[in-house]
Structure formats: C-alpha cells, structure tokens
C-alpha cells in the first residue's frame, strides 16, 4: 500500500516519477487566471488564522459544507472562525475522491509542514498548527507568492477600475512577482441586466467620453482598453451563458442600446444580437492589441433564488449548464477570422461533454501567426479534478496537440491554491508517463521532460507573450 500523498502521490509509474520530480516541479508558476485582490498584495496582507484563509470566499468548500448538512452559521454566517474551521474538518473526512480532499492536504503540507491528516479528530491540533506559522512574516501574502515559485499573476479586474493596486505593485521594487490586470468588461456586455445603465455611466465618466449610442460605447471601451495596455495587459476573459453569434445591422444595434437607455428591456434576440456586436468590436481590438481573448462558457447561475438573495452571487449555488452551440461558436470565431482580426483565443466549457466540440473546433482555426493560437482552456471550476483533468486533456491529445498547451491556472480567491499547480503537472506527469510504458509514445526522456516543461511553464509565457 502507498502511503498517503507522499513523493510520489499520484505518480504511478517510474517514467511518470523522473518526468515530475526531474521536469515538471521545477517549473515557475504562471497564473494567467484568478480572481485574487491586488490590493492585498499591495499592502502584504496577512491572516489572522486558517479559516480567513481557507474559508473565507471559497465556495467550493461551502458547498461540500452544505451537503455536510452544516448550518450557514458555520459556512457564511456570524460563527466564530474556529468554529467554522471545524466544522470543515468534520466535512472534509467525508470527502473520499473529491479533488478538496488532496487541495487541502497539498496546502496543509507546503505551507504549514503538517504531513497527517485533517478530520474531526485532528481539527484542535490543525488549528494550532496553522494559526502558529500564519503569525510569522513567512505566511504573509507576498511571501506566500514567493515561496509557491510565481512568477506572474493576472488578476480580473473590471473596465472602470482604476488599477491604482497594479501600480503601486508595479512600482514597488520588493514585489519579485509580476502582476498584470485582466479585462473582465461583462456589465459593459449584459445589457439585459439591471444595473446596465448605471454602469454605462460610470464607464462614461472613467473614460471621459459620453456614451450617447453603441459607437460611443465602443470607443468608451476602447479608451479603457488603452489604458489597460499601458498598464501591461495581455489578457481578457468573458464569462458568457454560451458563445453567441447573432449579427444585426449597426442600425438595430443602436436602436437597441437607445431602447435600453430609455428602460426598455431587450428580448432575448435583441440581447444576443448586442452581445454578438459587443464581442465582435472587442475581439477585433485584442487582434489589434496582441491579446489574448478568454472565453468561459456553460455556468447556470444563482439557481437558488432563496439563497442569492441572501447571499449574492458566486456563494456556491452555480450549476453547469447543458445548453452550447458550436453553430454559434464556430460562426462567432469565423466572423472575425475572415477579416483576419481572431485573436489568440482559449475556450472553456463548464461542461465536459463539450471537450470533443471545442477540440475539433479549435483546428478550424489554427495557422501560422501563433503556435495553439486557438486553446482549449484547462478543465475548469467543476472539472479541475483527476478525472476532468484527463479526460480534457486526452481530449486534446487525441483531436490536437497536447504538446502545445498552455497548461493550468487556479482561478482562485486564495493565495493557498497554487498547489493546484502541481496536482495538474503530477497528473499531467503520470497520464504521460503510463502512455509511455505503455508502448504507446518512446522512452525519451529528454523529449518527454521539454514537452512536460512546455506544459507546464513555457507553452503559456510565449502565448501570452508574458
């Protein structure tokens, strides 16, 4: 019996163990996707105890807390910080093959040198373990990034922000850690929802530029995305229901968009046409740019309305969403293709049966401009496990090239979850490593060892031209 989560954990075989511990570990981090402050970067914070860490903002772990049958006192309410740490100890031990079991440990292991277990019984000692080295200047935020081998963080940050963080981090020389802004402008696309024209305001005050109609706007958001590119930018994301493609005529658009200014909601055509048009204006501006254009799709939000209400978004009531259309998609991607302005482009489904659909999709697109220039994204939010992380990325082997990958991110709210690094490169390493004895790829370590290099740190810093 294998003890557990030692050296080797998850490396099964010995051409899997060299590629890992030889290859693979000693690469840097890039995290081109998370949703950490930079705020609390900028100013080093630190943490009182575990559970402000661990617990504070991740709904992964409020999820399994709730099936756990644990009051909401315990996950987002006014219980003590100990308490709630404990009761996620007791939910943990339940959590057999659940990707949070191993996190929590990898976390537990790296950061806080405690290799034993974390249930119900150890909870009192975890504590106290933890909560001791967090009062050390070691488990600050910045020395936290150090010590997990980062090298570059983008954060998501909306159009309006004023990214006053990024530039106090730019500008401090003792931050080893490049951290660049990522355009996230979802409120300047969802015009169907409520707070759509307050937000144009704020927009038309950031940039200094009126927002009468749909062309204004776009140079509204045009004005923000120069000023991001200033501020080192190379990446944008979307979060969408699906990738859509639904054009109309400038005219339909901008009656749309007065429509709206006026409180008249959109139907659901009306929607998809403006989002189709919003889209197409960007991305023809990250071509221009030598960007990267993000795209997250197949997210059913919010669906316990009791619980929204209470809580807001991003608590732990999404689901995935069955619905995607590689109709749509594809015509989107070919739309701007054709007046040669697709950028360099990564695609993520939430949902996995969508993993052959983008995997053939993705060699409609690719040429000679960029190496992978159309991605498919890591398995992502409810798929970044053992299982999903395979089956995405045999996904890509077989209809692709594996080999070209950009790799894995954390898209995460906590300064622990860069161990999610390694689980993808031990998996990576060992899905590689019983190929190769297999029979099925030649025993050539030296070729084997640059392409898991490649995956895991240089494939993403050329993409993104970091």
Avoid at 29 to 47: L, S
Avoid at 428 to 437: N, R, S, T
């Amino acid at each position: 019996m294998k003890q557990f989560m030692d050296r080797d954990f998850l490396l099964s075989t010995e051409t899997s163990k060299v590629l890992y511990h030889d290859y693979a570990s000693k690469m840097p981090i890039i995290d081109y996707h998370c949703h950490i402050n930079p705020r609390e970067i900028a100013e080093d914070k630190t943490f009182d105890n575990i559970t402000q860490v661990w617990l504070g903002g991740d709904h992964y772990k409020w999820r399994q807390m709730r099936s756990n049958g644990v009051d909401e006192k315990y996950i987002t309410g006014n219980g003590t910080d100990k308490d709630k740490f404990k009761m996620w100890a007791k939910t943990l031990q339940k959590a057999i093959g659940n990707p949070l079991y191993h996190w929590s440990h990898l976390e537990l292991q790296h950061y806080f040198d405690y290799n034993g277990i974390l249930n119900e019984k150890t909870a009192e000692m975890v504590w106290n373990t933890c909560n001791d080295k967090l009062n050390t200047p070691s488990m600050s935020v910045r020395n936290i990034i150090r010590q997990s081998n980062v090298e570059l963080i983008c954060t998501t940050d909306d159009p309006i922000d004023s990214l006053e963080w990024h530039q106090k981090i730019k500008e401090d020389e003792t931050i080893e850690t490049k951290v660049l802004p990522a355009f996230r402008p979802d409120k300047a696309i969802n015009i169907e929802k409520p707070d759509f024209s307050e937000y144009i305001d704020k927009l038309s005050i950031v940039s200094n530029i009126p927002i009468t109609g749909f062309s204004s706007l776009c140079n509204a958001l045009s004005n923000r995305l120069g000023y991001f590119d200033s501020m080192g930018c190379k990446v944008s994301d979307h979060a969408l229901d699906f990738v859509m493609y639904q054009p109309a005529s400038m005219e339909e658009i901008e009656s749309i968009f007065q429509n709206r200014k006026d409180g008249v909601i959109p139907n659901e055509k009306e929607q998809l046409q403006f989002k189709t048009a919003i889209l197409l204006f960007l991305g023809r501006e990250y071509h221009r740019l030598g960007w990267v254009m993000q795209l997250h799709y197949g997210t059913l939000r919010n669906n316990n309305e009791l619980m929204f209400h209470r809580l807001g978004p991003d608590t732990g009531f999404d689901c995935i969403n069955s619905y995607s259309s590689s109709t749509q998609m594809a015509s989107f991607l070919n739309a701007l293709n054709v007046t040669g302005q697709l950028p360099k482009t990564i695609i993520y489904s939430l949902n996995p049966k969508d993993n052959a659909m983008i995997g053939t999709l993705l060699g409609c697109f690719q040429d000679s401009s960029a190496i992978g220039k159309i991605q498919q994204g890591s398995a992502w939010w409810f798929n970044d496990h053992k299982l999903g992380m395979v089956e995405q990325m045999s996904s890509l082997a077989n209809l692709g090239l594996l080999s070209n990958f950009i790799g894995m991110l954390t898209d995460s709210r906590s300064f622990l979850s860069y161990t999610r690094h390694e689980y993808f490169r031990r998996i990576l390493c060992d899905m590689i490593g019983k190929w190769v004895e297999n029979g099925e790829y030649p025993d050539d370590i030296e070729t084997l060892g640059s392409m898991v290099q490649d995956i895991s740190y240089y494939n993403c810093k050329g993409y993104f031209n970091f």
